[in-house]
């Protein structure tokens, strides 16, 4: 099994809906992220995590919000889905800042 | 964080060493130089990372020069699964706290001949 799992790995979704992407883990790091990426582009960050009472924006947050339901649990939801959040979507954990990343697997989202 | 400069693309011949450079050179004395590929649109896979000194895993070598204003990624022996984009982050480190995330380049795509 993953030690990063992201549901689902393919979603299509009509624009105005509300969508979300979870994310568990089985590395018992503190630290959460949930990335997105753009064709052609490197990932941007939207929030992150310390804990399950520390949440954080990122780069770009608008349009986003999360839940840390417990230290395992950190999931992303787009409150009304429009065609420009279409992109790929990680989550991750770390240990700490200074240690490395790991990545789930990604969801690819399409908004129509 | 410093911004790095990689070159779009590169490519090398399988059984070779493949040497990815990154400019960083508005790095500051706390910041990190971390490598991560990405095969295809899976996950970012880390690779290595340092501070000041040159490190070596099982994966790579990581060549920082003395005013840390550059580096390069080794790949020894370079495989056809070594294709990937790779990108070079420097990093902040705040173990205990302060802002955190990767911030990602275009990177360099490397492909690999065979």
Redesign the interface.
């Known amino acids: 099994d993953a030690d990063v799992t992201q549901t689902p790995r393919n979603r299509i979704t009509k624009t105005g809906k509300r969508i979300m992407l979870e994310c568990s883990q089985t590395k018992g790091h503190d630290r959460m992220y949930w990335y997105r990426q753009d064709p052609g582009l490197g990932l941007r960050l939207i929030y992150y995590s310390f804990d399950v009472k520390d949440i954080n924006k990122g780069e770009i947050s608008d349009g986003y919000s999360v839940s840390r339901q417990a230290q395992a649990k950190f999931s992303l939801s787009l409150e009304s889905a429009i065609p420009n959040q279409t992109a790929l979507y990680f989550c991750a954990t770390s240990p700490s800042s200074t240690a490395e990343t790991f990545f789930g697997q990604g969801t690819r989202l399409t908004v129509v | 964080d410093a911004k790095t400069t990689q070159p779009p693309s590169m490519d090398c011949a399988e059984g070779r060493a493949a040497n990815l450079p990154c400019n960083h050179s508005t790095i500051s004395g706390n910041e ?1 130089v ?1 490598w ?1 590929r990405q095969i295809h ?6 690779i290595i ?1 340092g501070l000041k000194n040159n490190e070596t895993n099982e994966m790579a070598s990581l060549i920082i020069t003395e005013d840390r204003k550059s580096s390069t990624l080794i790949l020894p022996h370079a495989t056809l699964r070594d294709t990937a984009v790779y ?1 070079c982050i420097v ?5 205990g ?11 360099t795509h490397l492909i690999i001949q065979p």
């Not at chain 2, 649109?41 to 880390?46: A, K, M, V």
């Not at chain 2, 706290?97 to 990177?107: C, H, I, S, V, Y």
């Open positions: 990190y971390y991560y649109s899976q996950g970012p896979q880390y990372h990108y990093r902040v480190a705040f173990p706290g302060g802002a955190d995330g990767l911030t990602f380049g275009k990177g």
